[in-house]
């Protein structure tokens, strides 16, 4: 079948007690006729013909009642003044649709009525999908922090309500976004450096750099390039984990200047001071193995003389050698002829 005349009228309705009248009479015939036999669609179509009947008794008092319906314009749709032409057209129409339904009836089409009632609910949908509607998600998106649907909502107003006044609105909530959005991330960034891990400050700086890429001009750019900066710092100098000895003199030339990590080394004191540190009286010297090994690798550590950490560690290595975790290690920048054979201790975690 084609468009009929009751479809054509319920895309033009903005009234919605009967436009809900409508749906109920398609509603109240498809659940009456599932899997209808002659005598259930004759029973079924009683029923629902005294159902319209008081329906249409409800919608008329209400409208009388409550008089002419304030309707927002919209200049796509072609609307009825008053309450009593559209009530005296709904009469029209639903006669049409009795018709209709007589000869969906006569036919056993179930499943047209099906399609139709289908296709009525997506036209109904369409009729409530304004600007104000998606400029009203929109704003519950952005109080919700969801930026990304924030963003679908108003650009949806700009594609298919470019005239609608909302549409500058719309866009201006859109040059919004970005800087909110950077705003909530840099004001919880701290939290996240606060786990104290590389992973957690990579991922601030990931996050942060898209952040400032996609809103360059944003009120909040200025502070945010300042944290990023700060960042980059921290993990520029974020100590590199070794697990031997030999791998420190392996990478002498990527490690040198640079903050390094042993989860643990066993240090035994020795007399040999040489190079950067030839003073015996600055520092204390070991002879340091990444294992307890007899033939283990080692290599020429020291620690200035004076602080705990390196008196503690002396004077338990003196004659017998020691172990300790968590060893905090750097390679001197410049180290002239020495060079990969000598490291200096500049802390102990455990």
Same mark, same amino acid.
């Given at each position: 079948?084609? *468009? ?24 109240? !015939? ?18 629902? #013909? ?7 008794? #409800?919608? @008329?008092?209400?409208?009388?009642? =409550? ?60 009729? =409530? ?26 650009? *949806? ?34 939290? *996240? ?14 996050? !942060? ?9 944003? &009120? ?17 100098? /974020?100590? $590199? ?16 200047? &640079? ?11 020795? *007399? ?5 540190? @030839?003073?015996?009286? =600055? /520092? ?20 200035? =003389? ?21 060893? $905090? ?22």
């Amino acid at each position: 079948m084609g *468009t009929s005349r009751a479809t054509v009228f319920f895309q033009l309705q903005p009234n919605p007690l009967i436009r809900g009248l409508i749906l109920v009479v398609f509603l109240s !015939l498809f659940m009456g006729c599932d899997n209808p036999t002659p005598e259930e669609c004759s029973e079924a179509m009683n029923v629902l #013909q005294k159902k319209m009947t008081e329906e249409l008794e #409800q919608c @008329r008092a209400e409208v009388l009642d =409550k008089g002419t319906p304030q309707v927002a314009p919209n200049p796509t749709i072609q609307v009825d003044n008053t309450a009593a032409e559209a009530l005296k057209k709904a009469q029209t129409e639903i006669a049409a649709l009795k018709e209709e339904i007589q000869q969906l009836k006569a036919s056993g089409d179930v499943s047209a009525l099906k399609n139709k009632i289908e296709a009525l609910e997506t036209e109904n949908q369409k009729l =409530k999908e304004t600007a104000q509607f998606y400029f009203d998600k929109g704003v519950n998106f952005t109080t919700d922090k969801d930026y990304e649907g924030a963003k679908n909502a108003f650009e *949806t107003i700009l594609k298919r309500f470019p005239n609608d006044p909302l549409s500058d609105e719309a866009s201006a909530q859109l040059k919004g976004l970005g800087n909110a959005k950077l705003g909530d991330y840099l004001a919880g960034v701290d939290d *996240t450096l606060s786990l104290e891990d590389k992973y957690s400050y990579e991922t601030a700086r990931d996050k !942060l750099s898209e952040s400032i890429d996609t809103c360059k001009k944003c &009120k909040n750019a200025r502070d945010a390039k300042k944290k990023l900066k700060a960042i980059k710092k921290t993990l520029s100098d /974020w100590p $590199i984990e070794v697990d031997d000895v030999e791998k420190l003199e392996l990478r002498y030339g990527d490690l040198k200047g &640079k903050t390094l990590t042993m989860s643990s080394a066993y240090f035994e004191a020795s *007399t040999y001071y040489n190079c950067k540190y @030839r003073s015996s009286s =600055k /520092w204390r010297s070991f002879k340091m193995k990444s294992s307890s090994e007899i033939f283990a690798s080692s290599i020429s550590a020291y620690c200035k =003389k004076g602080v705990d950490f390196c008196e503690e560690l002396f004077e338990e290595s003196m004659g017998s050698e020691t172990y300790a975790s968590g060893v $905090i290690l750097k390679y001197p920048q410049r180290n002239s002829i020495c060079e990969e054979g000598q490291i200096e201790i500049i802390g102990i975690e455990d």
